[in-house]
């Protein structure tokens, strides 16, 4: 899958430069510059790291459910969307306190019907968007 834009958008949006965003991947702008450029594949650590970072855990969680990255890109920026994010009460509002990875990891694997409910929603949503 490619993320590149994805990450560059995500990135924008949280008022960062390439130089901001390797400083917290502990890494140089050329590896940022290269992510988003898709020229270097996206880890799962750096994936949750890079969205922990920009405040943006819904996207994890659609990406660790299989939700190709130019649906996420074409959903879940619009304004419908991120409203129904920020009234399920499952993350914080995004842009705003950030999880941990530690915390992160815990909803994302959680198996709890909240979760499974939020997920039936997102895919119902994209599904709908996509259409």
């Keep these: 899958m490619y993320y590149g834009k994805l990450l560059k958008k995500t990135r924008i949006e949280a008022n960062l430069t390439q130089e901001e965003m390797a400083e917290h991947l502990f890494c140089n702008r050329s590896v940022v510059s290269k992510l988003e450029s898709d020229n270097i594949s996206l880890s799962t650590s750096r994936a949750l790291t890079w969205f922990d970072i920009v405040g943006r855990k819904d996207i994890i969680f659609a990406i660790f459910n299989g939700i190709e990255s130019d649906v996420?890109?074409?959903?879940?920026?619009?304004?419908?969307?991120?409203?129904?994010?920020?009234?399920?009460?499952?993350?914080?509002?995004?842009?705003?306190?950030?999880?941990?990875?530690?915390?992160?990891?815990?909803?994302v694997y959680a198996k709890s019907e909240e979760m499974k409910q939020w997920k039936n929603n997102l895919i119902k949503y994209v599904t709908a968007s996509s259409k």
């Design 72 to 107: 996420i890109y074409n959903t879940m920026f619009n304004k419908d969307y991120i409203t129904s994010v920020n009234e399920s009460g499952l993350f914080r509002k995004i842009n705003e306190e950030c999880f941990t990875v530690e915390e992160l990891e815990s909803y």
